[in-house]
């Protein structure tokens, strides 16, 4: 029922509140199904224990056919495994920034823009940053090409309050063997070791059920019992924990659950339950689940894929394994066969008088023997020479080619020089066709790497608190986090606004293909055909330039100082001709008012003295006088404004 899943959602740990019988149940069964799926793997575990002996070169003694005979291990698989981490390592986590960001749907003020932005940064902060994060990766790029599959668990730590995501090797992990993929499979195992201290810390904590365990075997692993311990127990002989991700009907509505059930391996004492769905996963229709979604914790990181359907990829251990041990063998086989040609032996017949035992030849020495040469002759039989085998010499070396293409570790492709007489573009094209295993496992890992990068995206959106968020982002002062922080994390973390992956490029290109490209748009600038600052950009990327950002931010330029010079003149000019033009009007103000003062007196004397044709001068007069000084006030109009314009055109 929606209402009992709620309530498990609640809690802490659901075992606490079931019976003793629904405990030990459950505890059997995910035992007995760990013990199943790794059962199902037994075949794969054995050549992949074989090829970490080889990998670790991890020799045993040899009797045959002689006792301390030849016992080389070539280093195949080894080197298989560093020039693909050399490679990969860098290639999908750039050193200018892991996530990028996009904006999702319209965005006509560029506030999705600005989010994605912030979520780039913080996320790069929030995992770069992590110790342990690059770590972790760098030591799955030494297990996925050996053993084939490395994961990813991503959680939420309630401990330190943060993300993490942890690396697990197949050594530390199992699922359902025909499994479509880790997302559909039904169980999903963590199996770790914990000594009987730190477990106690978790149940005085609250984490697991004080229940008594009993004391711990020296075969945590029952599977491999090639692997069991040989020293006595004591107090850091480990118990054998599984944290198990799996589905369980605890509600009884006949549709199961997901559920994260941690059980003792030895005597199936569950720990912890917890629910393994949000409440976002849950379909319903009324009070009536139809559905609930498995949370997923693990991202696999697969070498190539295994052509007959299984979950388990192939690595360098299957496809690299036989040959490097038929290798190991004509190597020791030349190596034994030189060592006869060169010590030599044979048979003594009866017929020479000499003591029995060894005798030493050294350097310019001759022995003396009491028989004749002829006896000794006819009586003394050398063995057949055995000169190593050309034959067997070529095979090998047909072998280490092979070996060589399959793992992408050919001359051209690890740096050594080809020859003289090579070709730049034959050496360029060699090296692009040995590119093309590495460039599928490549979009393989992007996919993968933009799987977890989600994870973290969704847990941030969940669990991340908006202070932390805000004091790692740029841009914001104290008063604007105060006031808009809350609205503005909420807004970053929308998973319908924002979406993220890999700053990596989906598609391999090597650091000399990265340089040509940014070489090619740098030399297309000036055909005014691309934008400069974008062709910048990708050169500094390219580089891999630290604070791209901050080299493209130019300074804003000062004026030379012959430009604020003429400015300061233009200025002061302008001032003299307002104030000039100012005093002109007051002037020609000034001058009307006296002209009109003096018409008016005499139209006013005319008037007085008589009418008449003087009159009619008079206002003639006046009338010209008063269109003469309009004309110099339009025209001193007219000159302000063009020392206006010319003023603001300097």
């Not at 997302?183 to 963590?190: A, Q």
Request: proline fraction near 4%; glycine fraction near 6%; aromatic fraction near 8%.
């Amino acid at each position: 029922m929606y209402k009992d899943l709620i309530e498990f959602l609640a809690q802490d740990n659901i075992a606490e509140n079931l019976s003793d019988e629904k405990l030990k149940e459950i505890g059997s069964e995910v035992v007995e199904g760990y013990d199943v799926d790794r059962l199902d793997r037994s075949d794969w575990e054995t050549k992949m224990k074989k090829a970490m002996d080889m990998a670790l070169q991890n020799k045993k003694t040899k009797t045959f056919p002689w006792q301390n005979c030849s016992n080389i291990m070539m280093p195949v698989i080894t080197e298989g495994i560093i020039q693909y981490n050399s490679r990969m390592y860098p290639a999908l986590i750039p050193s200018s920034g892991l996530v990028k960001s996009r904006v999702i749907g319209y965005d006509p003020d560029g506030e999705k823009n600005n989010s994605a932005i912030r979520v780039s940064k913080y996320m790069d902060y929030e995992i770069l940053e992590d110790d342990g994060w690059e770590e972790e990766m760098d030591r799955g790029f030494i297990v996925q090409p050996l053993l084939g599959n490395m994961y990813k668990k991503t959680y939420r730590d309630e401990h330190l309050n943060k993300n993490t995501s942890e690396m697990l090797s197949p050594n530390e992990f199992v699922c359902v063997n025909n499994a479509k993929s880790i997302e559909k499979s039904f169980r999903k195992t963590h199996f770790f070791d914990l000594i009987a201290n730190e477990l106690k810390s978790e149940q005085l904590q609250g984490n697991y059920l004080n229940v008594e365990l009993g004391n711990p075997t020296k075969l945590n692993d029952e599977v491999d019992k090639e692997s069991q311990r040989t020293s006595r127990i004591d107090d850091s002989t480990p118990y054998l924990i599984l944290e198990q991700h799996t589905w369980f009907d605890l509600d009884e509505d006949g549709l199961m659950e997901p559920y994260i059930v941690t059980v003792e391996h030895k005597s199936r004492q569950v720990l912890r339950i917890v629910a393994g769905y949000n409440e976002e996963d849950i379909t319903k229709e009324g009070e009536e689940v139809l559905n609930v979604r498995q949370e997923q914790y693990f991202t696999k990181y697969g070498f190539i894929p295994n052509p007959d359907g299984s979950i388990m990829d192939l690595g360098f251990g299957q496809l690299l394994g036989p040959i490097n041990e038929q290798i190991n063998n004509n190597i020791n086989q030349l190596n034994d066969a030189g060592t006869l040609s060169n010590t030599g032996g044979g048979m003594i017949g009866r017929g020479v008088k000499i003591k029995g035992g060894k005798i030493t030849r050294r350097m310019g020495q001759y022995t003396s023997v009491p028989t004749s040469g002829t006896d000794l002759a006819r009586n003394v039989v050398h063995f057949p020479e055995v000169k190593p085998s050309p034959v067997l010499f070529n095979l090998l070396g047909m072998m280490m080619t092979a070996a060589q293409r399959l793992s992408s570790t050919l001359d051209s492709q690890v740096g050594e020089n080809p020859g003289q007489n090579q070709k730049a573009t034959t050496t360029m094209a060699v090296q692009q066709e040995g590119k093309r295993i590495f460039s599928g496992i490549y979009k393989r890992n992007h996919r993968a790497l933009n799987k977890e990068l989600k994870r973290y995206y969704y847990l941030n959106s969940i669990h991340l608190p908006a202070s932390v968020y805000l004091n790692v982002i740029d841009g914001l002062s104290e008063e604007e986090k105060t006031q808009i922080g809350e609205e503005v994390f909420n807004k970053d973390f929308d998973l319908a606004s924002v979406d993220i992956k890999p700053a990596a490029d989906s598609k391999y290109t090597s650091e000399e293909e990265k340089m040509r490209k940014a070489q090619a748009l740098i030399e297309m600038i000036p055909t005014g055909q691309v934008n400069p600052q974008v062709a910048t950009k990708r050169a500094l990327e390219a580089q891999e330039q630290p604070a791209i950002e901050e080299i493209m931010a130019m300074p804003e330029q000062a004026p030379p100082f012959e430009q604020i010079k003429l400015d300061r003149e233009m200025s002061l000019e302008w001032a003299k001709l307002q104030l000039d033009v100012m005093s002109k009007e007051n002037d020609w103000i000034n001058n009307e008012i006296l002209i009109n003062s003096q018409a008016m007196k005499n139209l006013a004397d005319a008037e007085s003295a008589e009418a008449g044709i003087q009159y009619q001068e008079y206002s003639q007069q006046l009338e010209i006088l008063r269109e003469m000084s309009k004309t110099n006030i339009e025209r001193m109009k007219q000159k302000q404004s063009e020392l206006q314009q010319q003023s603001s055109q300097a």
